[in-house]
């Protein structure tokens, strides 16, 4: 870990990081491994901690069928010995849903893939309407109660629906999502200022 001072916490996840992250969707897609390699090496040579990625990165790319990035990540953990220098974050939902099932299945298949025993952040990759939530953070309870997850994160949902999940974890005595990663840049403001920020302020 970083013993800079500008280290930023997490909401309520107990994980902290320097103000930039790592985004790992180029690992496996643009950036070969050789490359990669490099590129991780230079961000934690840099002070960088966390790395972001997801079961479906890079599942666009012509002969890619989802995981490349999290394969890569975990070659390199394993070749470098810094699993305890980094925080890893990563995805499920993209691909398969928000199912129980699918979430159980995604995990063990990520934590392959990056040759660790734990993820440091969990996330929701996107909001699953099809799927009760109580079955969503049912799961996701079940894999930090397991020690398999650190903390839970929510990205691609809307306010009112992040409002229930809370309400709902909260209501079962549920590890809430403490992170959300969402919708933000100079063309669309609007989604994040006018309800997700006041949302994730008062919670």
């Known amino acids: 870990m970083s ?20 985004g790992g969707n180029v690992l ?13 090496d230079a961000f934690v040579a840099g002070g960088g901690t966390m790395i972001d990625t997801a079961d479906s990165y890079s599942a666009w790319a012509p002969g890619n069928k989802g995981g490349e990035s999290e394969t890569v990540i975990g070659n390199w953990l394993s070749q470098r010995g810094r699993r305890h220098q980094v925080q890893i974050a990563t995805k499920v939902g993209f691909m398969g849903g928000l199912d129980a099932a699918n979430i159980e299945r995604a995990v063990e298949a990520s934590l392959r893939r990056l040759r660790t025993d734990y993820i440091d ?12 939530l109580e079955e969503t ?21 809307e306010a009112d629906r992040l409002e229930r999940a809370l309400n709902t974890s909260e209501a079962n005595g549920w590890m809430p999502y403490t992170v959300l990663q969402t919708w933000y840049s100079i063309l669309e403001r609007p989604r994040f200022e006018d309800s997700l920020r006041p949302l994730a302020q008062r919670r």
């Open 28 to 40: 496996g897609w643009t950036a070969d491994e050789p490359t990669s390699f490099s590129i991780l």
């Open 121 to 132: 952040l969990y996330y929701a990759h996107r909001d699953d309407l099809d799927v009760p």
């Open 137 to 157: 953070l049912a799961a996701f309870d079940r894999l930090v109660k397991a020690g398999k997850v650190r903390a839970l994160g929510a990205s691609q949902i």
């Open 3 to 22: 013993d800079r001072a500008d280290l930023r916490q997490l909401g309520a996840s107990g994980l902290w990081t320097p103000p930039l992250i790592f």
